[in-house]
């Protein structure tokens, strides 16, 4: 049995600070994220015996960790649905300007808490993890037709957040500028 739990914590254990950044991003909660984590790691402890070695386990690990999170949004919202607003789709069609370049990180990551869950969850796996839209798909559960729609989405409502933080700055597009 020793030889099990070294291999799990070779594989899996450095993946770990990965998988919080992630969850505390998603859901917005320190205490929650770290819930969520330590039920996505005893899962994977638990079902360790199914995974293949040589395969991709941060792949494995963040399949496991969006199911917990949405088994944990089930039990947060006691099973009420939350869509995104009318309003929220009208934002994502109309036109942004592009996002100046001179932003800290805290306002990015303001910006980034202000984007809906289901397009956040997108943008981290593609533009933080760098994760294919196929691999996006298969750990979401989702269409990788609805991965790049939601990260299109996302994107854009992202950076009309950022447009909007850079303004209260004094920071401008290029064209705005001249």
């Known amino acids: 049995m020793q030889p099990v739990i070294d291999d799990f914590e070779t594989v ?13 991003r998603v859901i917005g909660n320190q205490t929650d994220a770290e819930e969520v984590v330590q039920e996505t790691y005893l899962q994977a402890w638990k079902s360790f015996h199914r995974f293949t070695p040589g395969t991709n386990c941060r792949a494995w690990l963040y399949k496991i960790l969006f199911h917990v999170i949405h088994h944990h949004r089930r039990k947060w919202f006691n099973g009420r649905f939350v869509n995104s607003d009318n309003e ?11 996002t100046p370049q001179h932003l ?34 298969q750990t979401l559960q989702i269409p990788i037709g609805t991965v790049m ?5 996302g994107r854009k409502m992202l950076s009309g957040k950022l447009g909007k933080f850079a303004a209260a700055y004094g920071i401008f597009p290029a064209a705005q500028a001249a």
Not at 88 to 98: A, C, K, Q, R, V
Not at 107 to 135: C, G, K, M, N, W
Request: a negative charge; glycine letters at 0%.
């Open 12 to 24: 899996a254990l450095p993946h770990m600070n990965d998988l919080f950044r992630t969850a505390r």
């Open 88 to 98: 929220t789709l009208f934002e994502t069609l109309s036109y942004e300007p592009p």
């Open 104 to 137: 800290c990180d805290e306002d990015v990551i303001a910006a980034l808490d202000e984007v809906p869950a289901h397009y956040r969850e997108v943008i981290l796996l593609a533009d933080v993890q760098d994760f294919s839209y196929q691999e996006i798909a």
């Open 149 to 153: 729609s939601r990260l299109n989405r």
